[in-house]
């Protein structure tokens, strides 16, 4: 993923729809300065991978076993 800073007032009028559909397509960090010295990113929020399928298996017990 790639990134870029911006300052505020270098963002323009542009629409914050349009703001957030740069950053989704072009899978942009964008940190944005504010005035005072303060930055906001905003990102794409990362997809997981889908968990492995284990083999195995858990006895009929196992609650019993742990107070044991």
């Not at 629409?15 to 990113?41: M, W, Y």
């Not at 990102?43 to 284990?54: F, N, T, V």
Request: hydrophobic fraction near 40%; glycine fraction near 6%; aromatic fraction near 2%.
């Amino acid at each position: 993923m790639t990134s870029q800073t911006l300052k505020l007032d270098e963002l323009g009028n542009k629409h914050i729809n349009e703001i957030l559909q740069i950053v989704l397509t072009k899978q942009l960090a964008l940190t944005v300065q504010l005035p005072d010295g303060d930055e906001v990113i905003i990102q794409p929020k990362p997809l997981l991978k889908p968990l492995p399928i284990l083999e195995g298996s858990i006895p009929g017990d196992w609650k019993e076993a742990i107070y044991q």
